[in-house]
C-alpha cells in the first residue's frame, strides 16, 4: 500500500531503533475511519524508550505536525489518541496518486520474480476418463497462479501433465474389442469411453478373465505392440480434442502438454541412480525407498512385476523440470488427496540429494461436490464440464437476454458471465475449503460472485460513457483539486484501490488466488456504496469528473484482476 509505505517512511527518522521492515509490520489500519487512515501502536517503541506509550504518541504527533519542519509531509496529518498515534492522509494529494497510479496499464505488476522461472503444473486430466470438475479446479486455480506470477515478474511455464499412460488403457481397449463402436467413439470419445470403462469394472466383477485380458492389453502396450498402440494413440487423440475445446472456453493455455508417457523412457535412469546410492530397498518383492526418518511411510517405486508406478514418473518429470525446463521453483496443483505422494516424491528427491526440492510445492485443493455428493469415474457418476458450463451459459443467457444489448452481443456477454460465474465461483473461496457447486448461486448478480463483481465493472464503464456524452471526462481534473471534496466512502475506494497490489503479492505469497478475488468483492462492493450514496454526475464539472476519475480507477482494478482470475470484463451487462 503506499500510504502504507508513505507512513512507514514518515515515521522511520523518529523511530530509534527500528528497521523499516519492523515498522511497517507495527503498522496498522485502524478500525474506524475517525480513527485515520493508519495507526502506529507506540508499546513497542515505549519499551524501547522507557517512556509511557501515550506520551511518545503525543510527542510525535507535535513533532509531525510542525509545518515546514523536517518531520512534516505534506498530506499526512498525525493525531496521538491514547497509545496510538493516527495518521490521516489527505484524499486530495494522496487520492490523486493512487488513482492515477491504478490507470496505469499494468497497476498491481511488480518484479519480485524477476529473472526466475516457475513451472506449474496444472489441470492434467486423464485421457479417456472425464474432465470432472476436480479437473476444473486445478486449471482454474493453476491458470490464476500463473497469471499472478507472471504479473510478480516471474517467467511462467505452465505445464498440464496428461494421464496418457496406466493399466486403464488396458481395460478399454479389451472393452472397445468387446464391445466398442468407432461411430460412437468419434462423436462422443469421452462418454464413449467412459461407457466403456464403466461397464467393464460392472462386468469383470465376475468375471476374472476380463481383468487378465485388460492386463494383457497394457503389457502389450508397453512393449509396443502395434495394434495396441494405434489403439492408443486413437483414444488419446480425440480425448484430448474434448479437452482443448474445454480449454478454450475457460481461455486456458498451456506451454507444453506432456504426457505420463513422456517420462517412459526417463523413469530407468531414476531408478539406477536409487539402486546405485543404495536407497531402493525391497519389500515383498517389490522396491521401495524408506522414509521413516521423514515420518513418511515408504514410497513405492517398483512393484513386484517390475512395472514403474505413479511416483517413479513424477521423480522423472521433477528432474525434466529441473534440468531441461530449468525451473528455480514447481508448484503442482492437485487435489489434497494426493499430499501423501507428494510429500513422499520431494522426501525421495531430497534423499537423492537434490536439494532444489525445497522449491517444489504441492499446492493442495479441497474437494468439489455437486448437491453435496462425491464423483466417481469408475461407477459413471462424473458430470461432465462441458455441460456444466452449457448449463451456466444457458442461465446467463436469459438474463442477458433480458436486458438491452443486441442478440448478438447477449450471447457474447453470456459466455463471459456464465463461464466467469464458475471460474470466480471456484475461486472466491480458500483453495482448501471445500465447494458446493452450486451453479444458480454462483450466477446471481448480487452477492459474493463473479457476476457481481463484472456487473459492477461494466457499471463503471457505462457511467464513464454517460460522462463523455455530457462533455465530461477526467480529462477536466484541474490539479490537486480532485479529491478535495471526496467522500468516506470515495476515500475507502481509493484505500483499497491502494491496496491492490499486495493483494496481488499475497495472492503469490500464499498461493493464493482467493486473495484477490475477495479484494475485487471488497472493491466492488465500496464503489457500490459509493454509488449509492452519492450521484456521479451533478452540476458541478470539478465535482463530476473527479467522481469519474475515482470510477475509471475502479473500474481499471477491476479489468486487471478479473483478467488475473481469468475472468472476462465485458463493457456491457
Ligand atoms: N492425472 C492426475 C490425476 O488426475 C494428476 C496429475 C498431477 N500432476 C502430477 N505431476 N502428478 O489424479
Known sequence: MRILEAAADTLMPHVPGLSREDLMALLELPPRPEMGDIAFPCFTLAKILRMSPATIAIDFADKLNIPGSNASVEGIRAVALGSYLNLFFEPKIWGLRIATDATKPKYGSSHAGYGKRVVIDLSSPNIAKPFGVGHLRSTVIGSALANLYAACGWDVVKVNHIGDWGTQFGKLMEAYRLWGNEDKLAIEPIRESLRLYVRFHEEAEGN???????????????????????????????????????????????????????????????????????????????????????????????????????PTRDLATAIYRKTVMDADRMLYVVGAEQALHFDQVFAVLRRLGHEWAVNCEHVPF??????????????????????????????????????????????????????????????????????????????????????????THARTVRLIEKGKAAGITSLHLDGLEVFSSVSTDGWACLKTIDSFPDAVRDAVRLNEPSVVARHLLDLAKTFNRFYRNERILTNDTTESASRLHLTEAVGAVLRIGLGLLGLRAPERM
Open 366 to 455: 479441497g474437494l468439489m461436490k455437486i448437491q453435496g455428493k462425491k464423483m466417481s469415474t469408475r461407477k459413471g457418476k462424473v458430470v461432465f464440464l462441458d455441460e456444466v458450463l452449457d448449463e451456466a451459459v444457458q442461465k446467463a443467457l436469459e438474463a442477458a437476454s433480458k436486458s438491452n444489448l443486441h442478440p448478438d452481443e447477449a450471447i457474447h456477454v453470456a459466455e463471459a458471465v456464465g463461464i466467469g460465474a464458475v471460474i470466480f465461483g471456484d475461486l472466491r473461496g480458500n483453495r482448501m475449503s471445500e465447494i458446493d457447486f452450486a451453479l444458480d448461486e454462483m450466477l446471481r448478480f448480487e452477492g459474493d460472485t463473479g457476476p457481481y463483481v463484472q456487473y
Open 208 to 310: 476374472p478373465a476380463l481383468v487378465d485380458a485388460g492386463r494383457d492389453w497394457f503389457r502389450r502396450l508397453e512393449q509396443g505392440d502395434p495394434e495396441a498402440e494405434r489403439l492408443w494413440r486413437y483414444f488419446v487423440g480425440v480425448s484430448m480434442e474434448e479437452f482443448e475445446r474445454v480449454y478454450a472456453r475457460l481461455g486456458v493455455t498451456f506451454d507444453h502438454t506432456l504426457g505420463e508417457s513422456f517420462y517412459n523412457d526417463k523413469m530407468e535412469p531414476v531408478v539406477d541412480e536409487l539402486r546405485a546410492k543404495g536407497i531402493l530397498e525391497e519389500s515383498d518383492g517389490a522396491q521401495v525407498v524408506r522414509l521413516e526418518e521423514e515420518g513418511l511411510p515408504p514410497c513405492l517405486i517398483l512393484k513386484s512385476n517390475g512395472t514403474t508406478i505413479y
